[in-house]
C-alpha cells in the first residue's frame, strides 16, 4: 500500500469528521476510519506485505495519521456535544419567574384548637378526659342513657344504623355511661370526638364534633351545673358574650336545660344563622336521671350528678364569628388559615 493512499484515509477522515452533524454521526465515521474493521486498521494489516526495509516508515507514518485522526475526532466530538446541551437546554424552556415550590407548615383544625382549649379551661376544675367508639352499641347510645326502644325520644336525634344493634353515635353522652360502669365515683370527666345524625342545613352537619361533661359526687345541685357552665362559657368566650338557660328535655336528664349564647353575627338583632332569635343554642345539659344511675349500677340518691354536652362546631362558629357551619368540613385552606 502506499503512502498516498494512506493521505487518501486521512483526508477522507478528515472531511468526514468535519461534515458529522452530530455526535452520532461523527462516532460512526470513527468507526469507519479507526474501528476494528475501519479503513486505517485494515491498512495496518497491509504492512506485513511490505518489503522489511519499508515496514518501520509505514508504521510510523499509520500511527501518525491515526494519532492526527483521534486528536481532530476528540475536538470535534467536544465542539457537537456543546453545541447538543445548548439545544437541549434552550429547548427546555425553564420559566425562571415560577415561585420555588416550597411546604407549607399546616396547623391544628379550628375545631380540635377549640376542643383543646375547652380541655385546658375543664382540666383546671379537675376534670379528665374520657373517649368511647364512634360506633356504638344502641344500649349505650339510647338503652342507658333512659331512650327505651320505640320510644318517641329516639326521634330526636335521626340515626344512622350499621346494623340491629350498633349505631353511629348520635352524640357523645354514651361516653357517661362507659365512665359510670367502669371507674368508681366521685367523677369529673370531659369526652368529646365525632358524632353522627341524618340532618344536613347551615347550622347542622351529618357529622359533627361534641364535648360532654359529667360531674358524680354526693351533694350535687342545679347551682352547681349553672356555675360549672357559666364558668365555662366566660373562660372560653371572653366575658363580652351573652348567655342564657332554657328549660327543656333530655330523657337523661331531670330537670333539663339548654344553653344559648347570643349570636356573635347579628349581635341579637336577628339573622339568617340564629333563625332570626338573635341566640345560638350551644347545647343541653341537666341533673342525671336516677334511671340512667339505675342502667351503669351507680348508687342513688348516695350519688348524683350533672352532664352537658355542647356542639364543638357551634362553639367554633360564636367564637369566630363564622357565618356558615358547612365551612369546618370543607377544608378550604383558605378558610382553614384564618385560626
Ligand atoms: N346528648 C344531647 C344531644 O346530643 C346533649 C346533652 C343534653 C348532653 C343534656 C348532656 C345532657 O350530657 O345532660 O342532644
Request: aromatic share 10%.
Amino acid at each position: 500500500m502506499s503512502n498516498t493512499k494512506l493521505n487518501d484515509i486521512k483526508e477522507s477522515a478528515l472531511k468526514d469528521f468535519q461534515k458529522a452533524a452530530n455526535s452520532t454521526e461523527l462516532y460512526n465515521f470513527k468507526v469507519q476510519y479507526l474501528g476494528k474493521s475501519g479503513a486505517l486498521t485494515e491498512a495496518m494489516k497491509l504492512m506485513a506485505s511490505l518489503p522489511k526495509e519499508e515496514k518501520p516508515l509505514f508504521g510510523k507514518l499509520v500511527n501518525e495519521v491515526k494519532a492526527e485522526l483521534e486528536t481532530v475526532y476528540a475536538e470535534a466530538e467536544s465542539n457537537l456535544k456543546n453545541k447538543e446541551i445548548e439545544s437541549q437546554m434552550l429547548s427546555e424552556k425553564i420559566d425562571l419567574t415560577l415561585s420555588a415550590s416550597t411546604t407549607e407548615r399546616g396547623h391544628e383544625h379550628p375545631i380540635y384548637k377549640v376542643t383543646h382549649e375547652i380541655f385546658s379551661i375543664m382540666a383546671r376544675l379537675g376534670y379528665a378526659l374520657r373517649t368511647g367508639p364512634m360506633i356504638e352499641k344502641d344500649y349505650y347510645n339510647f338503652e342507658a342513657l333512659n331512650i327505651p326502644k320505640n320510644h318517641p325520644a329516639r326521634d330526636m336525634q335521626d340515626t344512622f344504623f350499621v346494623d340491629e344493634t350498633h349505631v353511629l353515635r348520635t352524640h357523645t353522652s354514651p361516653i357517661q355511661i362507659h365512665s359510670l360502669e367502669n371507674e368508681k365515683p366521685p367523677l369529673r370527666i370531659i369526652g368529646t370526638g365525632p358524632v353522627f345524625r341524618c340532618d344536613s342545613d347551615i347550622s347542622h352537619l351529618p357529622n359533627f364534633h361534641q364535648i360532654e361533661g359529667m360531674c358524680v359526687d354526693e351533694k350535687v345541685s342545679m347551682a352547681d351545673l349553672k356555675g360549672t357552665i357559666s364558668f365555662f362559657v366566660r373562660e372560653f368566650f371572653g366575658p363580652g358574650l351573652k348567655t342564657r338557660f332554657r328549660p327543656s328535655f333530655f330523657p337523661f336528664t331531670e330537670p333539663s336545660a339548654e344553653v344559648d349564647c347570643s349570636c356573635p353575627i347579628c349581635k341579637g338583632s336577628g339573622c339568617s344563622l340564629c333563625k332570626q332569635s338573635g341566640w345560638i343554642e350551644i347545647g343541653g345539659c341537666g341533673l342525671i336521671n336516677p334511671k340512667v344511675f339505675e342502667f351503669a349500677k351507680v348508687e342513688y340518691p348516695k350519688w348524683q350528678g350533672f352532664a352537658f354536652g355542647f356542639g364543638v362546631e357551634r362553639m367554633a362558629i360564636i367564637k369566630y364569628g363564622v357565618d356558615d357551619i358547612r365551612h369546618f368540613p370543607k377544608n378550604d385552606v383558605r378558610f382553614l388559615k384564618q385560626f
